[in-house]
Structure formats: C-alpha cells, structure tokens
C-alpha cells in the first residue's frame, strides 16, 4: 500500500506526504465498506496499480450524483471498484452496462458485488468494447439514453470510444476517462511531454 501511496504521488501532488494525508483524512473515512474490502482483496493482484484509485472513485460518485445519473456504460472493469462504487452510488433501479475482456479479473470484485446487493444493476459483457457500443448504436432507443459513461480501458482506442460513446450520451451526460491526469503531464510543457 505504501509503494502505491508513492507512486500515485509522482503525480500532480508531488508529494506521498500530502497524498497520505488526503487519503487518512479525507478519502478513507467516507470510503464505503464494500469498496474498501474489494480494495484490499485486489491489493496483490499483479496489476493492481490499474484499479481505479479510492480518491478517484469519490470524485466520481460526486459527478454520478450531480447529474442523477441512473443509466451508465463503463469500458474497462478490471477488479470492479469504480463499477462496485458505481452500482452504490446510482439507485436501485439504475443500470450499468460494463464491459471488459478479462472476466478473471472482474470475477475478483464479483463476490463483494453480491454482498452489496448491487449485481442486478450490472449488465457484464465479456468482450471487446468497440464491438459492444457498436450493438448497443444498432439500436437508435439507445442514443442519448446513457447519463454517464467511465473509460478505462486501452488508451489507443479512447478516441473511437469518445465518438461513439457521444452518440450514446444524452445532452448534460458525463464521460470520465482515466488516466488524463497520469504522472502530471497534463499540467507540463508539451515539448517536455
């Protein structure tokens, strides 16, 4: 944990210091159960640096709550944080769409998915994510019907993801993509980038 809290810290803070204070006082007491024990099972996994950050998570629970978000897609699952932090945060009749191409891995936050209650908000689709949004666009219902969409997936492809998934965005619909601050190099010189 404290090789992450590093790591993350070569970011935008700068600082493990600060980054570990954020964390203590403000991000860990308001973390949800469920989320905090599928974060400590997917510790060891080996790409565990690719779960979605708990700072990151309730940054996006505030954007879900904002817009009163209740149908949502998620490209990329991988353990199932942001997806188990998603399911949480939209209502009991809300939908999430999540696709991934690694269901071993989404089978790891499975369990604590369960525990809260919250699988039958979920639509896993094992498969290729340009394949399923070009499905789900067959079907023009499914334009502007999706209030929120989280992208974390392979980053090459973000650009057919985006045009695709503004079509599936109603007006006033949010998309997150990960990793757009990653290492600070969003706030550096581009000729240093």
Request: proline fraction near 4%; include cysteine.
């Amino acid at each position: 944990m404290e090789n992450e809290i590093k790591k993350k810290a070569q970011g935008i803070l700068q600082s493990g210091e600060l980054y570990q204070y954020i964390l203590e006082t403000s991000v860990y007491p308001r973390e949800p159960e469920p989320l905090k024990e599928l974060r400590a099972a997917a510790a060891n996994h080996p790409l565990a640096f690719m779960g979605t950050a708990p700072d990151a998570g309730q940054m996006m629970a505030m954007l879900l709550k904002l817009i009163n978000a209740k149908k949502t897609i998620e490209i990329g699952v991988f353990t199932g944080y942001s997806l188990l932090l998603t399911a949480l945060t939209i209502p009991d009749d809300g939908k999430i769409t999540a696709v991934d191409v690694n269901r071993e891995s989404y089978e790891i936050g499975l369990p604590f998915i369960k525990k809260a209650g919250v699988e039958h908000k979920i639509d896993f689709c094992h498969s290729e994510a340009l394949t399923v949004l070009d499905k789900l666009l067959e079907d023009h219902a499914n334009e502007g019907s999706f209030d929120f969409a989280f992208v974390d997936a392979d980053k090459i492809s973000y650009l057919k993801y985006h045009e695709r998934l503004m079509k599936l965005l109603k007006a006033g619909g949010i998309i997150v993509y990960d990793n757009t601050l990653w290492g600070g190099t969003v706030a550096m010189a581009e000729e240093t980038v």
